[in-house]
Each structure stands twice: as structure tokens, then as C-alpha cells.
């Protein structure tokens, strides 16, 4: 179902729906970021998108899963640590992130339900905003074929037609979101729709399709697991961990326990955000390291997004949000080496 | 003036002639106007490298971990590894001789001078270059950078859009070189530690509330940590492998294992990493100003590197990156040092 908002309106949606926590992107100096909303504020035209990617709502990167304390007489009291009750509202969220959350809700919620993701999951309203001009030059969704009006993952799309905003409801979470205040929202002409295909059309048409049937490069993966080409396409990688925890759709955790105090025992138990390009990840107490160098980090990355994600959940694991190559110090581009695979024979 | 043509014919002439087993250099970026790096080993290759102020990385990194896999591997170098080296670049080759990482032998430094130059700021360019997409950038024989765009070149002046570390920089002028391109020319643009000047006289509470801000920030991607060619330890506090657990640790000892930082990232502890790595670069650091480039979330880590660059100069004379023969300044000891903080 679809609305339009008038552009002008935003600040007051924004007041009426000032009891929950509020974020909205805002500029941080050079970067976007997902802050707490002043109040009355409006979406800039300006925002291309956050630096970090969303998933930090649904799994933070660090994450207290439950603390342990003793008391007077020798007492444990557990604390666990899920009282998020209150809803966040996330605006401007780019279709490539709903994407994401898409396949993070198959991670988390399909065979087993995680509790923590699930209970932040439930708590949130994700409300996108389709890319009327794909932000950078590394946009890639048609490729991972979403496109920059995907619905994906989230609960309301907004798109923005110039002086005013196509709503779109998507999930009931949305519906109910807006339901109470019908005098802002107004319905959607035919005008409003021939202009809505235009900025589609012009939006599409501006993102480079990388690999024409990412399929098929899919198949090429099970014949090149001892390829050369993993050598030379992280040859100038510096084992640093931006692709991964910039990613929208990586979601490897690890969990240790973290002591506090020994005396009385103040222990918590932690969930952290964990990195496949660390050597440290695949350590083996045992001293073995089956994953000793860069290249088959690197392979194994795209393996597990082009390769056994797809085998197993029918989707590749990539948004081609793009910030893994936008921000690699090495400027090692994904989209590039999927080229190649592509290209392999 | 520098060639890139020159620098061509000598890179094919030593691969020709099997002098060097390959070349580390840059070519061009297919992401923006930042150079990439690039290893070639045929002598027919060597057509794609280029030279501009957009060859932003210190390529000497790649040194380390070659060292690194021949260590790994017990291999013994045969040929030295080309590489081409900014001013910037030989100082951080010129650590890492100097503290016995590297062997000379081991090396074939192809130096490039800076001349009145230097590399951009990717952040400058972008903020100044909005929707033009520039693709190439080229020195002037004067202090102006000529920005190549698909709307034809634009002139700016060079402080404009340099990296703040260009502009302090001591030398443009490369050192310990096989061969070198490009002239030594005499050029200062803005006092070396013009960058820390306004952190420096802020009272110490703002500070830290200034870095506490920063640090808080910190993803602990440790990109930092990972682009510097100083930080060449196997085992880092922050990630210890071998450290913690080998072959013959009991299970006790690796349960016990001494934990520098928590894997939350917690503000303290992104700051007690970041202060470990500060004072480990003490009188090493070059100020190639990676770390801070690298840094996804603009944490300003050359600041602190640049004052404890200052402090060594200030309180023991001392400049790292100049002498290979001196003795490292956390390794020696004069009488004339300061003890005053010894009580």
C-alpha cells in the first residue's frame, strides 16, 4: 500500500513519533552515521549513506548477553540483560541495508531463533529510502539482483519524488507505525506514479551491472577453489578488518566471558563482532592454522558469500552496498573480482 | 622533474636482466583517484605503473610481510624485492634496517623524489572535487597540482589538497636509493608540527575529552595497526596467537593467558590499544601517515604519533628515519638524556 507525505510534514511525523528513539542519518565530519534524532529535523538531500552499516541495531558489536554477580553469603545473582522494550525507529535506511538485514534475518531467526537478535529485531522499525541517484561509484545491487528500490528486510520504504515522499507499507510493524495520524499522509496519484517510474528508470540505469548472471559465476567457484587468482587478488591486502565489519550482511560473533571483578565474582558474558580476515579466527588451540594466509581469507570470503551461502539459503550473501571496496586501504574491489571469476575459464 | 617513462625503462631493464625477483609500485586506481598497489613480476607489466601525487600508500609495508612469509616459510632470498619509494618511504625502509628487520641485500629501492610535492589527502579531493570525478593528478613544476577531470585540468594550489604530513614533511627527497628519480630540492610549505599545535595547547581535560570521543569510535579493525610497516611484532597485545597458546601449552596456561584488552569494545580499552601502539612508534614512527588514512571512523592517530615525534626530538635529539647506523632511541641511553621524570 502507498502514500505520499509532503517533504514539509517530515518534521511533524518526527514530533508525533518523539517517544521513541528516533535516528536518523547525520554527518559525523566526513562520514554518515545513524544518530539520535534532535526533534524536529528533516532528511538532508545531502545523505548518501552511513559508513556503518545498520546492522549494529540488530547485532551490536559488542553485546552483553548476560553478567553474573556475587552477592553477601556467597550468592549469584544473573542479570540477563534483555530489557529492551522500547521501540528504535531507524530512518533512512538504503534498500542494499534491508537487504542485508534480509539475509541476517535467515542467519539468526530460520532453523535456530536467536533470542537477542530476535528481541532487537522485534523492537525496531526500519524505514528506508529508495536511492533516487545511487550514492557512490561502487553500487552494485542490480548486480546481486536487487535494485535500488528493493523492499527487502524492511518495514517502510520512503521515496523521494522531489517535494514529497512515496510511503510504502511493507511489513504491518509499518503499517501500525504511521496508522495514528492519518492528517499527514495524503494518496498517491497518477502523477506521483509516472514520476516515481521515471527516478526508477534514471536510478537503475546509473548502476553498473558487474557480472551479468551471478549464477553462473556461482558455478565457476566450484572448479577454482585452487586458482591462482586468490593470490593475486589479495596480494595487496593488509589483514585489516574494514570489509567485514563495515558489512552490512557479515555477521560472524564470537563469545567470551569478561571478568570484571575476581572478588566478589563480577563476570559478563559477551557477544563481539568477529573478523574471517584476522589470522586469529581460524587459530586452532592446538597451535594449526587452517587458514594461514591472506589469500585464503580472501577466498574464503567470497566463497562464503558467493558460494555456500547461495548453496544453502538460494541468495548471495552481498547487498553490492559497495562499502567494502569503497573503503579498502588497499583498494582490493569485490565487484572487480567476481569480474574475474566471471571471466575465468 | 620526474618521468614515469624513466622509471618504466628502469624497472624493465632490472626484471629483464633478473635483477630484482619483482616490483612493488602503483597503478591506477579504478576506484577514485587513489593509485593501488601493484606487484609485477614480467618485465612487460611494468608499462601499467605509474607516478603521481596519488601514490598515497607506503608500499614498504609490503616488505615486512614478504619478510614475514620468507620467515614463515624458512625460504632464503635469492633476489632482492624492487619497490618504489617516496621520501617518506625509504625513512620507514631506513627503520626497519636500522632495527635488523630488513637486510639491505634483501632490498632494491627504486626512490622517487616528492620535488615541491607530495601525495593528496583523499578527503580534501573528495570535499573539493564533489561529482567532477577526478582521474589523474600531476605535479606543476611549481607549488600547484594539476587535477586531470573529464572536464579538463584544474589547477589548485598544492597545500590545498596535500596530506597534512606532505605539507610538515622534513624531506622530499629519498633516501639509502638503488636509484633515484626526481630532484633534491629545497622546499618547506608550513612548520613541521604545525598539526599538533591546537590539540597541544588545550587544557588536559579537554583533551581528554577530545580523544575519549575519537577512541570511542574505534571499530578495533585494527586497519591501523595492520597498514603500518613499524608494527611489525608477530604477536600483538591485542590479538595474540602464538603468544597465548603453542604446540605445547597446557590447557591451564591457556586459560590463563594474560588478556591486555577485553574483546569488548569499550572505550578504555580502545584507548589502551591505541596508547600501546603510540608508545610502541616512539622514535620509529616516519609519518607516513597510513594509520590515519586507513582509519575508518577518522580517528586522527597522527596526532599522537606526531607528538611523540616531537617529544623525541625535543627531549633526546632524535630523529628516526635519517641514520640506519645509529642506534635505535629506545635501545640507547646518554648522559646527557633527560632523568628528571626518574624520581
Known amino acids: ?345 | 622533474m620526474v618521468h614515469i617513462e624513466d622509471i618504466k625503462k628502469e624497472a624493465k631493464r632490472l626484471l629483464k636482466e633478473k635483477k630484482i625477483k619483482y616490483l612493488i609500485g602503483y597503478k591506477r586506481g579504478t576506484n577514485g583517484l587513489t593509485a593501488l598497489p601493484t606487484f609485477i613480476k614480467e618485465p612487460e607489466d611494468t608499462d601499467e605503473l605509474i607516478w603521481e601525487a596519488s601514490c598515497i600508500q607506503n608500499l614498504s609495508r609490503y616488505l615486512v610481510e614478504e619478510k614475514k612469509e620468507q620467515l614463515k616459510n624458512k625460504a632464503e632470498n635469492t633476489l632482492p624485492v624492487g619497490i618504489i619509494a617516496k621520501a617518506c618511504d625509504t625513512r620507514s625502509i631506513a627503520v626497519l634496517l636500522q632495527e635488523k628487520f630488513l637486510e639491505r641485500k634483501d632490498i632494491y629501492i627504486i626512490g622517487v623524489s616528492c620535488e615541491y610535492g607530495g601525495v593528496i589527502d583523499q578527503k580534501k579531493i573528495k570535499k573539493k572535487f564533489r561529482g567532477k570525478k577526478p582521474e589523474k593528478v600531476i605535479f606543476d613544476k611549481t607549488n600547484n597540482l594539476l587535477i586531470g577531470t573529464k572536464f579538463g585540468n584544474i589547477k589548485v594550489p598544492a597545500e590545498e589538497i596535500l596530506a597534512e604530513r606532505c605539507i610538515e614533511c622534513k624531506s622530499t627527497f629519498p633516501l639509502l636509493c638503488d636509484d633515484v628519480f626526481g630532484e633534491n630540492v629545497k622546499r618547506k610549505i608550513s612548520e613541521h608540527f604545525n598539526s599538533i599545535k591546537e590539540i597541544e595547547e588545550l587544557p588536559a581535560e579537554s583533551r581528554w575529552e577530545f580523544w575519549h570521543g575519537h577512541l570511542e569510535k574505534c571499530i578495533r579493525c585494527f586497519a591501523c595497526r595492520s597498514v603500518c610497516p613499524m608494527c611489525f611484532c608477530t604477536e600483538c597485545v591485542v590479538d595474540p596467537i602464538e603468544l597465548a597458546v603453542t604446540n605445547e601449552s597446557t590447557a591451564r596456561e591457556k586459560a590463563e593467558k594474560v588478556k591486555w584488552i577485553e574483546r569488548s569494545t569499550t572505550a578504555t580499552d580502545n584507548i589502551i590499544f591505541q596508547l600501546v601502539r603510540t608508545l610502541h612508534l616512539a622514535g620509529r614512527c616516519i609519518d607516513c601517515g597510513e594509520c590515519e588514512r586507513v582509519c575508518p571512523v577518522d580517528i586522527p592517530i597522527r596526532l599522537l604519533n606526531k607528538k611523540m615525534e616531537k617529544t623525541a626530538l625535543e627531549k633526546f635529539g632524535y630523529e628516526s628515519g635519517f641514520d640506519i647506523n645509529m642506534p635505535s632511541l629506545i635501545s640507547n641511553f646518554k648522559d646527557e638524556d633527560p632523568q628528571d621524570f626518574i624520581r
Open chain 1, 1 to 345: 500500500m502507498e502514500v505520499v507525505i509532503q517533504r514539509d510534514s517530515f518534521p511533524q511525523l518526527l514530533e508525533k513519533l518523539n517517544r521513541y528513539n528516533i535516528w536518523l542519518p547525520r554527518k559525523n565530519g566526513d562520514y554518515w552515521e545513524f544518530k539520535l534524532s534532535r526533534g524536529k529535523e528533516s532528511l538532508d538531500k545531502k545523505y548518501t549513506n552511513t559508513k556503518l552499516s545498520p546492522k549494529k541495531f540488530v547485532l551490536p558489536q559488542t553485546e552483553t548477553l548476560f553478567q553474573i554477580t556475587e552477592g553477601e553469603n556467597g550468592k549469584f545473582n544473573i542479570d540477563e540483560k534483555q530489557k529492551k522494550d522500547s521501540l528504535d525507529i531507524v530512518f533512512g535506511i538504503r534498500p542494499c541495508d534491508g537487504v542485508a538485514l534480509s539475509h541476517l534475518d535467515k542467519v539468526f531467526l530460520n532453523s535456530f531463533k536467536d533470542p537477542y537478535y530476535s528481541k532487537k529485531r522485534d523492537n525496531t522499525v526500519f524505514i528506508g529510502l529508495a536511492c533516487e541517484t545511487p550514492p557512490f561509484e561502487n553500487c552494485s545491487c542490480t548486480t546481486m539482483g536487487e535494485s535500488p528500490f528493493s523492499t527487502k528486510g524492511l518495514d517502510i520504504l520512503l521515496k523521494d519524488i522531489g517535494d514529497r515522499y512515496i510511503v510504502e507499507y511493507i511489513t504491518d510493524k509499518g503499517k501500525k507505525l504511521f496508522s495514528g495520524f492519518p492528517n499527514l499522509f495524503g494518496k498517491i496519484t497518477t502523477k506521483d506514479k509516472e514520476s516515481l517510474e521515471k527516478i526508477k528508470k534514471e536510478s537503475n540505469k546509473k548502476i553498473k551491472k558487474r557480472v551479468e548472471d551471478l549464477s553462473e559465476t556461482t558455478k565457476k567457484l566450484d572448479i577454482m577453489f585452487d586458482s591462482d587468482l586468490w593470490f593475486h587478488e589479495s596480494q595487496s591486502c593488509i589483514n585489516c578488518g574494514i570489509c567485514t565489519y563495515l558489512c552490512p550482511s557479515c555477521h560472524c560473533f564470537d563469545i567470551n566471558d569478561e571478568q570484571l571483578s575476581k572478588k566478589p565474582l563480577n563476570v559478563k558474558r559477551v557477544r563481539t563482532w568477529d573478523n574471517c580476515q584476522f589470522p586469529i579466527f581460524t587459530m586452532h588451540s592446538s597451535g594449526h592454522n587452517p587458514r594461514p594466509d591472506k589469500q585464503s581469507r580472501y577466498r574464503r570470503r567470497i566463497y562464503h558469500k558467493f558460494s555456500y551461502f547461495y548453496k544453502t539459503e538460494g541468495e548471495h550473501l552481498c547487498t553490492g552496498c559497495g562499502r567494502c571496496s569503497n573503503y579498502c586501504p588497499a583498494g582490493i574491489n569485490i565487484f572487480e573480482t567476481l569480474q574475474k571469476v566471471a571471466e575465468y575459464e
